[in-house]
């Protein structure tokens, strides 16, 4: 089990997403993702099994009839699942993009906020530049709104990338972190940004570079689902002495 978030109660029924083996295994070995319907006894009753596999879950989040998974490893898939029949659980549709969302918090029924990072995916080659395989690494912040309100085909209707690599929020680990109040269409969240502030070429060609110290405090934005996300304000308790102090580091 990832987190709480993982189990859901609803109706009389116990839903449950799980990760099973390692995502850099392959064969026998290799994840796959699994989500069980269970009755009051704890007898499987429906079960979707095999989502992804060599990928593992990064979230996951049941709202009344449908549940929705990200699973990860080079790119962010989000999976809209069908729970209306607990005995036959199905996977209506699903959406591939860049990045991957640690945390998925309702907005409306047809809604969905994800915070998470931002990626990009590289070849790995051998010495004769030969592809071995693909793998992603992480960049900045991500948050998005997926609308969901054609099931078989969710879409990213809008998004937010903040800092650059190295940028991290509390709310990723903790979804105690989030400040949102739908009907004054305000969200917050307490950030560290990490900036490239001159854009070389990396030493190694094959991964981004990391961003140095920038910001940390809490970010304010205005969200609807008109205009997406829209930076209000930045509010951080350390004054201009502080960041010179910083130098690269928070």
């Given at each position: 089990l990832l987190n709480q978030f993982s189990m859901d109660e609803f109706n009389g029924y116990f839903r449950v997403a799980t990760t099973t083996g390692?995502?850099?295994?392959?064969?026998?070995?290799?994840?796959?993702?699994?989500?069980?319907?269970?009755?009051?006894?704890l007898k499987i009753v429906g079960q979707v099994v095999d989502i992804a596999p060599g990928e593992q879950i990064y979230?996951?989040?049941?709202?009344?009839?449908?549940?929705?998974?990200?699973t990860f490893k080079t790119v962010d898939p989000l999976f809209v699942v069908d729970l209306k029949d607990p005995k036959n659980p199905k996977i209506l549709g699903a959406l591939k993009i860049p990045g991957y969302s640690n945390y998925l918090h309702p907005y409306?029924?047809?809604?969905?906020?994800?915070?998470?990072k931002d990626t990009v995916e590289y070849a790995r080659t051998d010495g004769q530049g030969r592809e071995l395989g693909r793998t992603a690494y992480y960049l900045g912040m991500k948050i998005a709104?997926?609308?969901?309100?054609?099931?078989?085909?969710?879409?990213?209707?809008?998004?937010?990338?903040?800092?650059?690599?190295?940028?991290?929020?509390?709310?990723?680990s903790n979804h105690k972190a989030l400040y949102f109040e739908k009907d004054k269409n305000l969200l917050a969240f307490p950030v560290t940004v990490m900036e490239v502030q001159n854009q070389r070429e990396p030493s190694n060609r094959?991964?981004?570079?990391?961003?140095?110290f920038a910001f940390q405090g809490a970010?304010?934005?205005?969200l609807d689902l008109v205009n997406g996300f829209t930076l209000q304000k930045k509010v951080t308790h350390l004054n201009a002495e502080d960041y010179l102090k910083a130098g690269d580091y928070w």
């Amino acid at each position: 089990l990832l987190n709480q978030f993982s189990m859901d109660e609803f109706n009389g029924y116990f839903r449950v997403a799980t990760t099973t083996g390692e995502p850099w295994n392959s064969g026998a070995n290799a994840s796959k993702n699994n989500l069980y319907v269970l009755d009051a006894d704890l007898k499987i009753v429906g079960q979707v099994v095999d989502i992804a596999p060599g990928e593992q879950i990064y979230s996951v989040r049941f709202m009344g009839n449908r549940g929705y998974m990200v699973t990860f490893k080079t790119v962010d898939p989000l999976f809209v699942v069908d729970l209306k029949d607990p005995k036959n659980p199905k996977i209506l549709g699903a959406l591939k993009i860049p990045g991957y969302s640690n945390y998925l918090h309702p907005y409306d029924e047809n809604h969905i906020i994800g915070f998470g990072k931002d990626t990009v995916e590289y070849a790995r080659t051998d010495g004769q530049g030969r592809e071995l395989g693909r793998t992603a690494y992480y960049l900045g912040m991500k948050i998005a709104v997926f609308d969901v309100s054609d099931v078989q085909n969710p879409i990213e209707k809008f998004t937010e990338k903040i800092g650059d690599r190295g940028t991290e929020s509390e709310l990723l680990s903790n979804h105690k972190a989030l400040y949102f109040e739908k009907d004054k269409n305000l969200l917050a969240f307490p950030v560290t940004v990490m900036e490239v502030q001159n854009q070389r070429e990396p030493s190694n060609r094959y991964s981004p570079p990391y961003g140095t110290f920038a910001f940390q405090g809490a970010y304010i934005y205005r969200l609807d689902l008109v205009n997406g996300f829209t930076l209000q304000k930045k509010v951080t308790h350390l004054n201009a002495e502080d960041y010179l102090k910083a130098g690269d580091y928070w």
